[in-house]
Structures are given as structure tokens and as C-alpha cells.
């Protein structure tokens, strides 16, 4: 049923049920959210000081994007949104190139060669169908890889949302809809975005399962995850995964939450908040310790550090490279126009005189 | 050697490619089993299986976003769009995404997409199927556009696109498909046929025209274009899509930089006009008909 939440670990960080990984990958886990999360507010700071163009702040959906992003394979695709650093990161694209992207340099959108991540999508909801196409050539090709779309409680009203899902179930297409319901699309609330109960409910008129998750819990998110993967890969069709979460920040640094919702809203959430549950569980399992915290703290800040360093030691791109990139081989009217930009002064041809 | 229409070599290119490589897929409404609106698709169902002639549910967007995908992910998709003024809900996914993800990517992710999109007007059909709208698509950077007028260019600038190119016409190369002296006429598809009869007429008055293919909107041959009209010394743009910010325009802006001082007269454009595509009693009144072409080119030539 799509309306019962799936829960293993509770705020508290007591079991519900049986934890999806072991003690060490738990911890390896805890890890990844407490950089992605070191990452994140240094990416507001860095905005904040005229060093990003813009940040869309993740804070309080770390579990939604470690859980879901670490129940995939090495080669399975992740198309993802611009809210999405924490889990494209996970699999493998660099904070170096993140950060380049968010500084305005079209260098951070190629992550390295077998990163099966695309670039973060700015356009809400359009790239769920990439992944549908995506997992179908896999399926033609003969591939066993799947493809997961993370996308928000804004996205399901974009009709891409439809296509994208009808298309998944007509044809059977091995992919994951994870929808990471942080309750806003900017300032509307999630009961203004549908009328719907749930958001998972929503794939029964696709013809496909919907299961709806505790967004915070780290356990619960990977299961699930898991589970719609193992399925779509073994040739069962695709899931749509709610992960019933909350952005503690704003949208981006570009606004202020506190002309749309009430801070007490907030206070609420925060004491849900997904990194906390973790390491709670692992304090209970005696594997968690102040000296280890600071310790991977320390690990993960110096290497988002040497990240901020080595985007910012990049050279700005030569003027001409923006016309290399329109197509394989440039086109005559590109020569001419990089030339232009170049060469100063238009190319005023006239040899008809 | 055999006579095909236009759509008959589209099928020959397409059946090719499909057998050529195993990468290459058709997409769209009615492509499989019905063999398309206008049967371009016909037979390739039953040659190439349901796997890779894809008859997909009535969702343009869809279509594309999922063709998008599939080009990314290594596969060569031909996706139709059933009319050009159905391609519209498709139009985000073209102009937001399979345009630009080779930039948004530094060549990292391509997409090796090709939509086929039937346009014009002149078969008295319902409201939305005469549409000539390529210039929003040539106006969109990152794309290439193409307009064949005939069935050779049709097929081979489709395998031109294609991974494997048993034959093919190149993107980006006008031809002169009639040569004259004292007029040039610019056009591209349909239009050809109309500029051909105004060709004639205007022979039979003693004036001589040459007529430029353009074949390819985006990347343009320019040089070709000037080439002509340095000759000829006039030029008459002639497309079925609306004047105002039509390609007519760009066109005589580049002639008027690269070919004014050889131009006697100035370039005149015979277009479609700034109203909707009239429905059937009236589509002729907006069409650019040959004796409008005549008239054109006689202006400039009498100038």
C-alpha cells in the first residue's frame, strides 16, 4: 500500500526493523552524509561571498540522496536535479566539478569518463524522460543497468511527469522515480502542488507500484531503493519511490523561507533531521565517537577544501571555447562568429567591392 | 532505377539505417503498425520488429524526452512528430535539452537525435496540420535543420545523419537546382515546386532565373547564396512560413553584408503572411504562388 510509511530507524535512531547494510557500511554511509552535508553549507558560503553563482542548499534530505544513491550499481544511470549534489557525488561526481558548475563554468557539467551521472537538470520535471530513455536504450542494448531520476513534490505537476511515467509503464522500463518530497516547490506548499493523498499513489495509474518512505531515514530510503532497483533490473518494471523529506534551507540563496512557512515547521523537521538519526544508531551500536567525528569531519572538510581550491586554480575558459562545444564539428556561421568575439570587430565581407 | 516519392525514399533510408545498424530505432504515434500518416514508416514493423519500430502513445514530449535519453545512452533514435504544429509540447525538450547537452556536457554526453517533423500547407487539411514554423527551430542554436525538396535529398540527408551512410546528400550544402543569369530565387521544400513553374514562366518572358535548393537551413550555405547572387546581381527569398521574423530576413541580412555592392535592385521576399494558416477555402490566398514569384523577380529585373 502506498500510503503505509516505510520507517526502519526511528528519529530516536532505534531499529523498526532490520537494517538494510551492516555496522561498517552504516558507518561509511553516516560518513558520506556528514560530508555531503560539510559540503553543503559550504556551498552557501561560498555564494554568500561572490564565489557561486547560485547554491540550492540540500540540508535535511542527506539521507534521501545517500540512501537512494548507494542502492545503485557502479554503472546504473542517475539523472538528477540541481538539488541533487549529495547524491551525484556519491556516485562519483566530483565536489570539484560541482562547485565549478555552481561558479557558472560549463567545464563542471562533463564528470569523468564511467560516471554514469548527467549533468544536474534545471528544468524541472523534463528530465525524467531522459532517464526513461536512458534505462530503455539499456534494455534494447542489451544492458542490465537501470536508471533512478531524483526529482521534487514540484515535479509531479509538470506533464513530464505524466510522459515520463506512462512511457515507464508502457514499455516496462527498468527505472526508479524517487521523488524527494521536501514539502515546497519554492513557497508552495505541497498541499497546493496536488490534490492527491499521497504522491505515491500516483503510480497506480501507471500501472505500476508506488511506496512511500520516511525521506530521513537513512535504512528505510536505501531498502526501498534497493528494492525497486533489484526489481527493475530483474526485468520488473519501474517504481515510484516518495521520500517524505523536508528542506531545511531555503529554495536557493536567492530566497527567504520565512515569508512562506512557519519556523516552528522548521524546528520540527529539524529534530527529524536525517544525519542526527544515523548517528544516534551507531552511538547505540557503540560505533560512534566524539574523537571518530571529529575526525571524519576533519577528512571530509579538508577534502571538500582541496575541491574549492582546485575549481577556483582553474583557468577561465579562452573567449572561443563557447562556440566548441554547440556541435562535433563547428559550423561555418560558428567559425565566423567565434572569430568575431576573437578577432575584435565584425567579419564585414566585402569582397564584392 | 526506380521512381520514389519523397516519402517512399524516406522508408528506402529509413529501412536501410535500421538494417545497417542495430543502434538506429523509429519512434513515434502510428509509426508502427499503420506505417505512419503518411506512410513513411510502412513496413518497417514488420522488418525490424516492435523493439526498434516503436509505436508510442500520443505524448510529444514524451517522444523526444524519451528519444533524448535514448540518444544519450548510445542508441540512434528517428523520432516523428505526426505535423509540425503537433511538435509544439515537444518543443521544451528540443530547445531546452536535445539542442544543448553536448554544450551543457563539453561534448562529454551527446545526442544523436533526428525528428522528422512533416510541415506545410497546400492538401486542405484541418486546422494545425499546414504549419511552417522551421524558423523556430533554425532560431534555436545547437540544432541543425534540414528541408528536402526532393525524394534524393530527403533520403540522403537523412543517412547523412545516420551512423552508417550507405549514400548521402551533406548538411550544409546548398545546390543550384536550375541555373539562369538574370535573377536569383532562394527557396527551400515545397516551395521548390512553385519556384519551379515560376521559373518557367518567367523563361517563357525572357527571363532567365537560377534557382538555390537551400536544403539546409542551420548550418547555411552562404557561399552559395552569394555565389548566385553576385552572378545574377538580384535575389527573390522565397518561403511558405510567415514574413515576419521568417528566414527571409536573415537571408537578405547576409546578402545585403557580403553581396550589396553587386546586388541592381533589392532583394525582394515572397512569403507567407503574418495570419494564421487559413483552413482549406482559403489556403491559396496565402501560399506563395508562382505568379507572385513572377511578379517579384520581374520587379527586380525591370527595376
Known sequence: MAEELAQILTPDGELRGEPPVDLEATRHLYRAMVGARLFDRKGTALQKQGRLATYAPFEGQEAAQIGSAAALRGDDWLVATYRDAAAMWFRGYPWKLLLLWRAGDERGGAPPEGVNVLPPSITVGAHMLHAVGLAWAAKLLGQDRIALTSFGDGATSEGDFHEAMNFAGVYQVPVVFLCQNNQYAISLRRDRQTASPTIAGKAEAYGFPGVLVDGNDLFAVYRVTADAVGRARAGGGPTLIEALTYRLGPHTTSDDPGRYRDPAEEATWRERDPVERVRRYLQRQSAWTEEWQREIENEEAALIEQAVEEAEALPPQEPGQIFEAMFAEMTPQLREQQQELSGGGPVTPTGDR | ?303
Not at chain 2, 167 to 179: D, L, M, N, S
Request: charged share 25%; proline share 6%; glycine share 10%.
Open chain 2, 1 to 303: 532505377m526506380a521512381t520514389l516519392n519523397v516519402a517512399q525514399a524516406i522508408n528506402q533510408g529509413l529501412d536501410q539505417a535500421l538494417a545497417a545498424d542495430r543502434r538506429v530505432v523509429v519512434l513515434g504515434e502510428d509509426v508502427g503498425r499503420t506505417g505512419g500518416v503518411f506512410r513513411v514508416t510502412d513496413g518497417l514493423l514488420e522488418r525490424h520488429g516492435e523493439d526498434r519500430v516503436i509505436d508510442t502513445p500520443v505524448s510529444e514530449s514524451g517522444i523526444v524526452g524519451a528519444a533524448f535519453g535514448m540518444a544519450v545512452g548510445g542508441l540512434h533514435p528517428v523520432a516523428e512528430m505526426q505535423f509540425m504544429g503537433f511538435s509544439y509540447p515537444a518543443y521544451d525538450q528540443v530547445v531546452s535539452h536535445v539542442s544543448r547537452i553536448r554544450n551543457r556536457s563539453r561534448h562529454r554526453f551527446t545526442a544523436p537525435l533526428v525528428l522528422r517533423i512533416p510541415y506545410g500547407g497546400g492538401i486542405g487539411a484541418a486546422e494545425h496540420h499546414s504549419e511552417s514554423t522551421e524558423a523556430i527551430y533554425a532560431h534555436v542554436p545547437g540544432l541543425k535543420v534540414v528541408v528536402p525538396s526532393t525524394p534524393r535529398d530527403a533520403k540522403g540527408l537523412l543517412l547523412a545523419a545516420m551512423p552508417e551512410e550507405p549514400y548521402e546528400v551533406p548538411i550544409g550544402r546548398a545546390t543550384v537546382a536550375r541555373e539562369g543569369t538574370d535573377v536569383t530565387v532562394v527557396a527551400w521544400g515545397a516551395m521548390l515546386r512553385e519556384v519551379g513553374k515560376a521559373a518557367d514562366m518567367l523563361e517563357e518572358d525572357g527571363v532567365n532565373a537560377e534557382v538555390i535548393d537551400l536544403r539546409s537551413l542551420v548550418p547555411l550555405d552562404t557561399e552559395a547564396v552569394m555565389e548566385s547572387v553576385r552572378k545574377t546581381g538580384r535575389a527573390v527569398i522565397v518561403h511558405e512560413a510567415p514574413r515576419t521574423a521568417g528566414l527571409a530576413g536573415e537571408l537578405i541580412a547576409l546578402i545585403q553584408e557580403r553581396a550589396l555592392y553587386s546586388l541592381q535592385a533589392p532583394v525582394a521576399r515572397v512569403t507567407g503572411w503574418d495570419t494564421v494558416f487559413p483552413l482549406k477555402r482559403s489556403e491559396h490566398h496565402y501560399l506563395p504562388s508562382p505568379e507572385r514569384i513572377v511578379a517579384a523577380a520581374k520587379r527586380l529585373v525591370e527595376s
